[in-house]
């Protein structure tokens, strides 16, 4: 599932830090990057390849929002529920996105494009509402800027 | 001091920035003994921005000071205060800020080895700051005899996965050692026992982004800005209600009112100011009535608040009060890390409580529920997350009491008072990772 | 640096370094705790320790982690105090599910005991509790997260002590939980520390599942007898029948020795004497088992003298069991012919001084070398004291290994090389005579040639060649302790009581002198000649020279199926054991024995340790403990044995065996007591004709190498999960 070339970069990464295992939350970014999520299996491999017990691997991934162990769409929103935006009217616009996208939080759309989850503060509140799209963030949202915006992920 | 170089088009790239200064202190902090450099931070008075305000150069007296090597230098950018964005601005507009600081700083308390922690919600933020730090590199301003001057420091991004309590210094060490980011015991504290057990200082982006300033201004002409207790300026984040939301830099001391009014625009279109967040979301509301307080660390002190990070989270008139602490509360029960009962127990309590009340479900009593919840966790917790989520929910109720015996008396909030926070049935409790649980319980059933 | 603090009113001098708890312990005052543990590191999560400190603000503080300072003011009594811990209590509650009646922890519930001692009434949490499913698919092992309090003590000792990390905290905040890697059924050793540690209901074994309520039981310190480590255990009873095991205080336990004990259970084990009648073996009484043994015995004693005949004692019996059957040997017999077959497997170039290291002080070594990563499987009290000394007293660990296990991952150094190539790098290194080649091996020459006190465990089996390395290096460092790793049971303790032909008990030479002390203590006179040990025993079964054979305890054909044509050619064999073993098919006479639950008598561990076993319950059927037997058929014979108890056997052991004189229960005898002290006599024995085949695994080992762990229910199911994993 994994390559050679996730693991040269896994090494690569582990050359930072004194102890291999700080390498574990880059590895879990870089497999993610790969695979879109975390299966058991990549963190197996992470575990073999850092030399860290496997129910560590886990207890350590399951612990941060952003690692997924399920499966996402191509495109992975995340939209803001912190207050700034939430007083800026994140919540109609939550419920747009779920109504637009047809699905609900954690699902993936039947196209296999988009799926979405709700996210604390992203650092975006001069822009609030905000939201990311995989690495882009989007502010100053409306409803109709955020149909805009998912016409632009294919 | 701190955003000089942010507005000028392309400063993340090394030339441009160099051709406006950055840099410079480099040099003049390598003609300083390490010592020397620590007193002219301790003299400048420079105190944490990361939201404890703590004393700098004292911090990096004692990592000095600890004979164990080597000796790291951790840049804390997890900035996940709710409210708080003014490290991004820093880290995507001026990267190079950052890292001449960090030079200085490894330098001054003996660290040949740095990281930067990065929120993993800052994609953006990690290319740019990978680019700067190898632009930093090939100029020979990183890595082996810096500047010729025989000193080390390599430095590298190490991107967080979403988690509040990383940005607790000790849960942030965890973290960066591949660990869940739950705080450890103090003592011993980072300076003497930190990353990998070795001395280790953790200071926030927006501290070290002002170490240049303390080193090529002098001490005596950075400390004439700012106020008593507070020199220098800060980075104010006001967000909300407001018409130009942004990250202001002011002299610490400036008014509340100077920052909403005069930076921030004033409040949008017709409303009225009503509550004030000053400092985060772990820091007890204001009330209009005290918008002319001083932004410092001693005066929002008196004020019955607190500095923090410098969020400003301003609400106005339609902004209901018990749906702002629900969602702060709800933030808190979701980053909680769960080590300590009170705070693991406490905000899954008071969170149901609130959704609860939100979907139309209030109970006589509910205040004193809440009071009482607050009152189990508040002085027990492991670290101040658990303190600070007691924050919201006792000022909003000892500003808003009103309110809230409004939204229980009538079986839940009317709307009427807070027209862009829709709530009710459709109010979140359980999110995406709940349900992924669920499933990973089904595995362990035969 | 002594420091003084006021604790409710009470003056308390303390060492720096101490925490309030520990301040509160030595001034007599409780303080509830529920997430520390002394064997941990400090955790500080579960806050019901907390107490009043005066300062500026008076400040609440858990005592389980805050340093005790000089001129302290602490309460831990007051109106706030209580209630804050009613506070933890009452949150702790909140996702409990408060199903005591079906728990089998109830009674012995930290959880239970303080809410009943701080008088919680309804709280008034009134929303919908968290639940998730509990794991019953694991082996042994029953895990239910409603009822986990989060303390963390299960993942701290599995990953501290145990340095096995199959639990982790997963998830955040409160939806935590205590977890298997991918929330699957749990894979470790099983040794079930975890749920010794619980203090609540989240861990409990099936083996004690609605077996009884822990106020019914009734507690007995013995010794588990598994392996030589010999660990101190509490058997719990009721009405006579053992329902638990469970490690004496604070000590480790492994899964053997916490579950394996229903191997006595096993439908399967001997409750009557047999005899072969017409080629098959048929119930018979005692009488009549021990009158056609003693007959054949004395006819082929007349026909072919003494020496026709050999014995073979064992290691999972008692000191004085195996004391009494030499004697029998010898002064009944007539035979040096006497031996341990155990001792094929121990390391060559073994003697009594080898056994130096004390397990408990493994951690004052400053560099561990371990040569053996199956340690833990093997003496899995030695593994465990290893973890410790590197994770609690900074030992630090060489391993010499070419895989991956989990040593590695506490070890200072991993040499992955093979070990005799390694061994000599690392002489050459610290002796200087060549230019080390290799980070891992200058490091590890650098560690070892600094420490001043150096560990070295060993393997259970080793070639001469191999031991010559060892010894090699060892004599270039300051101060070296061997930690031999062997396998079974009670082998130092036969060692010492002269299951040897060569030696007398207390390793006294077979020589004339000692042969007229021995003929005086036991007033018989004593045969001459060398007697043969266990590999030329078989060798003159195949030459015809010898006719008879008396086994205590042990298995050979069970070890080597070879043996079975050797054997039955054998005019007369009795075995006297547990269980029909594969060798006791071959029986004509067999006799059933006692387990280690139904008698008394005492063992001796590797580290020369006297430990006692404890009678709890009545012998199994019409089986007796092997020393009654062996004196029974000595009385048959018409030898001069008087009955004797096994204290009595135990008085006239520690006239004749000098390290024993003075030995107390629980002691450790010198090496220096020792005739052997100083010199390199070999203990082992090696043989290229028996026992080649057996191969053990090392999961094979922990969980189903023996007599004993094969009929085990529990260890069964344990290797069949392992079985299945391994596809
Ligand atoms: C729950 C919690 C979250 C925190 N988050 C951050 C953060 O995002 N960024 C930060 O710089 N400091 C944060 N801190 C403060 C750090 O623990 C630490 O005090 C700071 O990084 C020290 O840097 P400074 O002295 O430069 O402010 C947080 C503290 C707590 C208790
Ligand atoms: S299972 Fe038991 S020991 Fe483990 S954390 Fe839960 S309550 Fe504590
Ligand atoms: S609260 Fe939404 S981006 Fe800050």
């Not at chain 1, 109609?92 to 954690?106: A, N, Q, S």
């Not at chain 3, 014995?311 to 030499?326: A, K, P």
């Not at chain 3, 023996?706 to 392992?722: C, L, Y």
Request: charged share 25%.
């Amino acid at each position: 599932m994994l390559n050679d070339d996730v693991r040269e970069r896994i090494r690569l990464a582990a050359l930072r830090y004194p102890d291999s295992r700080a390498a574990l939350l880059p590895a879990l970014h870089i497999a993610q990057a790969e695979l879109g999520h975390l299966p058991d299996e990549a963190m197996r491999f992470i575990a073999e390849e850092l030399n860290v017990p496997e129910s560590d691997v886990y207890g350590t991934a399951t612990f941060y929002s952003l690692i997924r162990r399920r499966p996402s769409g191509k495109h992975v929103i995340s939209i803001c529920h912190n207050l700034p935006c939430t007083l800026l009217g994140a919540e109609p616009l939550i419920d747009h996105l779920r109504t637009r996208l047809g699905v609900e939080e954690g699902e993936v759309t039947a196209d296999g494009r988009f799926s979405y989850q709700r996210i604390e503060c992203i650092g975006r509140c001069d822009g609030a509402p905000a939201m990311l799209v995989d690495d882009d963030c989007h502010g100053d949202l409306t409803p109709e800027k955020i149909d805009a915006v998912l016409e632009r992920y294919p | 001091m701190l955003l000089k170089r942010v507005k000028i088009p392309r400063a993340a790239d090394i030339d441009v920035a160099v051709a406006h200064g950055a840099y410079s202190a480099v040099a003049a902090a390598y003609d300083m003994r390490p010592l020397d450099v620590i007193d002219e931070v301790k003299r400048s008075g420079l105190r944490g921005r990361g939201g404890a305000g703590f004393p700098t150069g004292a911090k990096w007296g004692f990592a000095a000071m600890d004979p164990k090597r080597p000796k790291y230098l951790i840049c804390n950018a997890d900035e996940g205060e709710p409210g708080t964005f003014k490290d991004r601005i820093i880290l995507e507009g001026d990267p190079h800020l950052l890292i001449e600081g960090m030079i200085i700083a490894a330098y001054a308390v003996g660290a040949e080895r740095g990281y930067i922690y990065l929120r993993g919600e800052y994609p953006a933020a990690a290319e740019l700051l990978d680019g700067a730090i190898a632009q930093a590199y090939g100029k020979g301003l990183l890595g082996n005899n810096i500047l010729g001057k025989g000193v080390t420091f390599e430095l590298s991004v190490h991107r967080g996965a979403g988690a509040y309590i990383c940005g607790e210094e000790t849960s942030l060490i965890e973290s960066l050692e591949g660990k869940r980011g739950q705080p450890r015991l103090r003592p011993p504290f980072p300076a003497n026992a930190g990353a990998w057990g070795k001395p280790t200082v953790v200071n926030n982006v927006e501290t070290l982004a002002n170490v240049p300033s303390i080193i090529a201004l002098g001490s005596d002409a950075y400390s004439k800005v700012g106020a008593e207790g507070s020199p220098g300026t800060k980075i104010f984040c006001v967000s909300g209600a407001v018409n130009r939301p942004g990250a202001y830099e002011l002299p610490l001391g400036t008014t509340l009112r100077e920052l909403i009014e005069a930076s921030a625009g004033g409040i949008r279109a017709g409303r009225r100011l009503k509550a004030i967040i000053p400092g985060g979301a772990s820091t007890p509301m204001l009330t209009a009535a005290q918008v002319d307080v001083k932004m410092d660390f001693n005066s929002l002190l008196a004020a019955g608040s607190m500095l923090g990070s410098g969020a400003v989270i301003v609400m106005d008139d339609t902004a209901c009060m018990v749906h702002a602490a629900a969602v702060l509360v709800r933030f808190f029960e979701h980053e909680s890390c769960g080590k300590c009962t009170p705070c693991r127990e406490g905000t899954g309590w008071l969170h149901q409580v609130y959704s609860r009340i939100l979907k139309g479900g209030a109970r006589g009593g509910d205040i004193e529920l809440l009071l009482n919840i607050c009152g189990k966790m508040k002085g027990k917790c492991f670290c101040p997350l658990g303190e600070g989520a007691v924050q919201p929910v006792l000022s909003s109720i000892r500003l808003f009491r009103d309110e809230y015996e409004r939204c229980i008396g009538k079986n839940g909030c009317s709307g009427a008072s807070c027209k862009g926070m829709t709530h009710g049935k459709n109010y979140q409790m359980t999110s995406a990772e709940s349900r992924a649980i669920s499933n990973d319980q089904n595995s362990n059933t035969p | 640096m002594q420091l003084t603090l006021t604790l409710d009113g009470k003056i308390v001098n303390v060492s720096s370094g101490m925490t309030i708890l520990d301040a509160a312990r030595a001034a007599g005052v409780r303080i509830p705790t529920l997430c520390h543990d002394d064997r941990l590191h400090p955790y500080g999560a579960c806050r019901i320790c907390m107490v009043e400190v005066e300062g500026p603000q008076r400040r609440m503080v858990p005592a389980c982690t805050t340093p005790a300072a000089e001129g302290m003011v602490v309460h831990s009594m007051t109106t706030a105090v209580l209630e804050a811990r009613k506070s933890v209590l009452e949150l702790l509650l909140i996702n409990h599910p408060l199903d005591c009646p079906v728990c089998d922890k109830a009674g012995e519930c930290r959880l239970q005991d303080l809410v009943h001692e701080y008088g919680l009434g309804q709280g008034a949490f009134a929303e919908e509790k968290r639940t998730s499913p509990p794991d019953y698919a694991s082996p042994v092992i029953e895990r239910n997260q409603n009822r986990c309090i989060l303390c963390g003590k299960c993942v701290r000792i599995c990953t501290e002590r145990c340095a096995v990390g199959a639990l982790t905290l997963a998830m955040r905040g409160g939806r935590s939980r205590i977890s298997t890697a991918f929330a699957g059924p749990l894979d470790c050793e099983f040794c079930g520390e975890c749920v010794e540690i619980c203090p609540v209901g989240a861990l409990t074994t099936k083996q004690f599942k609605h077996k009884a309520r822990p106020w019914n039981l009734e507690q007995t310190s013995s010794t588990c007898i598994y392996c030589g480590c010999g660990c101190p255990i509490t058997i719990e009873t009721r009405r006579n029948e053992v329902v638990r095991v469970r490690a004496a205080g604070d000590h480790y336990l492994c899964a053997r020795g916490r579950f394996g004990w229903d191997a006595v259970r096993h439908e399967a084990r001997l409750t009557t004497p047999k005899m072969r009648v017409g080629g098959n073996l048929v119930d018979c009484s005692w009488d009549e088992a021990l009158s056609v043994a003693a007959t054949n015995l004395k006819v082929i004693r007349n026909r072919r003298g003494a020496d026709g005949i050999g014995g073979l004692g064992s290691v999972r019996t008692t000191n004085e069991d195996n004391y009494l059957f030499q004697k029998f040997m010898r002064s009944v017999v007539g035979t040096n012919n006497v031996d341990l077959l155990a001792r094929l497997k121990l390391p060559s170039g073994l003697n009594t001084a080898f056994f130096s290291g004390e397990f408990a002080r493994m951690g004052e070594h400053e560099v561990i070398l371990l040569l053996d990563k199956d340690a833990g499987e093997i003496n899995p009290l030695i593994g465990a004291e290893l973890v410790g000394a590197v994770n609690r007293c900074g030992s630090r660990l060489i391993l010499i290994e070419e895989g991956r296990n989990k040593f590695t991952r506490i070890a200072s150094v991993v040499i992955p090389q093979e070990r005799d190539a390694a061994l000599d790098s690392l002489a050459a290194g610290v002796r200087g005579s060549r230019r080390i080649a290799g980070a891992r091996i200058r490091q590890a020459v650098g560690l070892l040639a600094s420490a001043t006190n150096v560990a070295v465990v060993l393997p259970a089996r080793l070639s001469p060649d191999a031991f010559a390395r060892i010894q090699e290096l060892s004599g270039l460092l300051k101060q070296v302790t061997y930690y031999p790793l062997v396998t079974r049971g009670n082998i130092q303790g036969a060692l010492d009581m002269g299951l040897m032909p060569d030696y007398y008990p207390g390793y006294q030479k077979a020589d004339s002198d000692t042969r007229a002390l021995f003929e005086k203590a036991w007033n018989a006179a004593l045969p001459e000649p060398r007697g043969k040990n266990a590999v030329e025993m078989m060798e003159a079964i195949g030459h015809g020279k010898l006719a008879a054979l008396y086994i205590m305890g042990d298995d050979p054909v069970g070890s080597d199926p070879g043996l079975t044509p050797l054997l039955q050619r054998l005019e007369f064999l009795v075995v006297q054991d547990l269980f029909l073993t594969e060798t006791a098919k071959l029986a004509h006479v067999v006799l059933p024995a006692a387990s280690f639950v139904e008698k008394t008598g005492t063992i001796t561990t590797i580290e020369r340790k006297l430990r006692r076993l404890a009678r709890v319950e009545q012998p199994l059927g019409e089986s007796r403990p092997d020393g009654e037997i062996i004196q029974a058929l000595a009385r048959k014979m018409g030898g001069d044995m008087r009955s004797a108890s096994a204290a009595d056997v135990l008085s006239e052991i520690k006239t004749v065996v000098p390290m024993y004189r003075d030995l107390a229960i629980g002691a450790c005898w010198p090496p220096q007591q020792s005739p052997l002290n100083g010199a390199l006599a070999d203990l082992s024995l090696s043989s290229d004709s028996i026992m080649r085949r057996e191969v053990l695994t090392a999961e094979r080992l922990l969980f189903s190498s023996g007599v004993m762990t094969t009929r085990s229910k529990e260890m069964r199911s344990i290797a069949h999960r392992k079985k299945q994993e391994t596809g």
